[in-house]
């Protein structure tokens, strides 16, 4: 059993930064592939980046490669997502999401637990 504690969400101009933690509980955290997901409103939550499980491969969905960046600690049980030149249309509730498989995937349905989700508004 895994519990995961988003923090860092806000409210950002346009081309501004952030940057998500997700707090980890439990010792196993370094079996687990990590992802972070988001949802606007009335849409389907979607991928935004995973990170394996020691951290050397990270993937990234098309529309925020090249201004997020996700990344782990171990020792802290911690994953990270730090968002720059950020745009109107990031603005969502972010959840990060731990997977068993020994294999990244971007579909949402092969991770199994997921934190409470964070806020983050950007304004033009």
């Known amino acids: 059993q895994v519990q995961l504690v988003e923090s860092g969400g806000g409210l950002v101009q346009a081309g501004g930064s952030l940057r998500l933690s997700c707090a980890a509980s439990?010792?196993?955290?370094?079996?687990?592939?990590m992802g972070w997901f988001r949802q606007a409103p009335g849409k389907e939550r979607e991928f935004v980046a995973a990170?394996?499980?020691?951290?050397?491969?990270?993937y990234y969905a098309d529309s925020v490669k090249g201004r997020f960046t996700i990344s782990r600690d171990n020792a802290k049980n911690t994953v990270y997502l730090q968002m720059n030149s950020l745009k109107p249309e990031d603005t969502a509730v972010y959840y990060c999401?731990?997977?068993?498989?020994?294999?990244?995937?971007?579909?949402?349905?092969?991770?199994?637990?997921w934190g409470q989700g964070t806020q983050v508004t950007v304004s033009s």
């Open positions: 990170i394996s499980r020691r951290g050397e491969n990270t």
């Open positions: 999401a731990a997977s068993g498989r020994s294999s990244y995937s971007v579909n949402k349905n092969d991770y199994d637990y």
């Open positions: 439990g010792r196993t955290f370094m079996i687990y592939r």
